[in-house]
Structures are given as structure tokens and as C-alpha cells.
């Protein structure tokens, strides 16, 4: 029983930790070889090679206040694991909460939430 509940708690706290979301773009299905390093880009102009996205992909630090490097550093990650030679990000997005939820014995502000998109690219020869 207590293993039970260990896991139902853990998959309830899974739901809370930030990630990536990939969204695969660019009509490839194809598995890219990881790539040790990664473009990055804050302006698709910017970009001074021929390129085609493989996909778009959403850092979203669900209201625990992290600061953009992180998620950046955290979108460059998963471009690696999924063979990016770029990444292009785009604006950041805040989203304040508003109104209040419990902490323990407190009533605390309800966090803003940042979300931070990329979009990751592969070279053309």
C-alpha cells in the first residue's frame, strides 16, 4: 500500500516539473544523429545558412519563476537530443496568474508563468 501510494505521488509531481514540448514540424519523420553543438539564434534573419525546421519546441517553467537562461539552456538541450544544427527562438511569453492558492497553513500569490519558444533547424547543404 505504501508503495502504491509513493507512486500515485510521484506521478502527481511529475506533472509539476517543468520541459519541453516538442512539436515535430518540416513533414521529416527521420531520426537525426544528436548533435554536440547547437546555433543559437534570436532572429530567424539571423540566420545566415539555408535551413528547413524540424520542429517547434515549447519550454514552459509552469509558474516555479525560472529565469529565461534556464529555459533556454533547457530548449538547446532537447534541439541537441533531437539532432538540431540551430535553434531560433522566439519572444518570450509571461502570463500572470492572478489570485491566490494554498501553501501549507498560507495563502499565497498564484506565480506568473513564463513560456519560451524555439523553433530548431537543420542545415541544408
Not at 30 to 59: C, G, I, W
Amino acid at each position: 500500500m505504501k508503495r502504491y501510494a509513493f507512486v500515485l505521488m510521484a506521478l502527481w509531481c511529475a506533472g509539476c516539473i517543468p520541459g519541453v514540448a516538442v512539436s515535430r514540424t518540416g513533414g521529416t519523420s527521420a531520426r537525426l544523429a544528436k548533435s554536440k553543438n547547437v546555433d543559437v539564434y534570436y532572429k530567424a534573419a539571423d540566420v545566415t545558412r539555408r535551413y528547413r525546421p524540424v520542429a517547434e519546441l515549447t519550454a514552459d517553467d509552469k509558474g516555479w519563476d525560472y529565469n529565461y537562461s534556464i529555459l533556454e539552456e533547457m530548449i538547446v538541450t532537447k534541439a541537441k537530443s533531437l539532432g538540431a544544427h540551430g535553434v531560433v527562438f522566439h519572444d518570450p511569453e509571461e502570463e500572470a496568474a492572478g489570485g491566490y492558492h494554498i501553501r501549507g497553513v498560507l495563502i499565497v500569490p498564484k506565480p506568473d508563468r513564463t513560456t519560451m519558444k524555439a523553433t530548431a533547424i537543420v542545415y541544408l547543404q
